[in-house]
């Protein structure tokens, strides 16, 4: 079910659906006339995560836009619809899926479901150099992970190492805030401002590059 559909202040749609329904209580939202391309998709799909994911994010898109779009991917994976010069980010996680629209700037985000296992890779993605806050270890790591997952959609640049090219400066996590960044992998060596929230359940991160990046 939809739980947020918000305009954000530097003219983004943002999306978040609970995933709590079935893949057929989703294919009975899923528009009449569309439903060949949710059969050609589901029918080579067994898991039933892997079903409800894809199906959550088309119904939320429709509901977001009041119209109908269909979702394509291109050869990298990365998200675009097939109509209209809209662009689009998606992310998943365990319970949640999240969708970033506007009109004409490149968007980011990603949700993480808030889980202990960040803690095992940290160091594959943090570099020495990156400030975790001792007190909010979990939590800062997977802002750090959530915003390296941003960054990277945003940038849609190939071969990127979240330690090695993104960097995120020294902040202490509060309930909502900003966190900048920056990225070093290609010559424009960029500057971000990113978006996030610390839910009870997620965490969540998004950017637009026009207004929220500077140079």
């Known amino acids: 079910m939809l739980i947020r559909k ?47 994911e894809w199906l959550s994010t088309r119904v939320m898109l429709l509901d ?13 994976g990365s998200p675009y619809l097939s109509e209209g010069k809209i662009k689009i980010s998606i992310s998943h996680t365990k319970e949640y899926a999240a969708i970033l629209l506007h009109e004409t700037s490149a968007v980011g985000i990603d949700v993480e479901t808030r889980s202990e296992r960040v803690v ?21 790591q997977l802002l750090h992970w959530s915003a390296k997952e ?32 920056r990225e070093t992998k290609t010559n424009k060596r960029r500057s971000f401002r990113l978006h996030y929230e610390v839910h009870p359940d997620y965490v969540l991160t998004w950017a637009i590059e026009e207004g929220g990046a500077s140079k």
């Open 64 to 76: 977001l836009l009041g119209s109908e779009q269909i979702i394509l991917n291109r050869k990298d």
């Open 120 to 140: 095992k890779i940290a160091g594959k993605f943090i570099s020495e150099d990156e400030y975790i806050d001792p007190a909010q270890k979990i939590v800062h």
């Open 6 to 52: 918000e305009h954000t202040g530097d003219g983004g749609l943002l999306g978040i659906w609970k995933m709590v329904e079935t893949r057929e209580e989703l294919l009975q939202l899923f528009p009449k006339h569309l439903r060949s391309e949710a059969d050609t998709y589901l029918k080579d799909v067994r898991s039933e995560r892997r079903s409800v």
């Open 150 to 181: 941003t960054l990277f959609k945003l940038i849609n640049e190939q071969g990127i190492d979240f330690k090695q090219h993104l960097h995120i400066y020294p902040f202490t996590p509060c309930k909502e805030g900003l966190i900048r960044a």
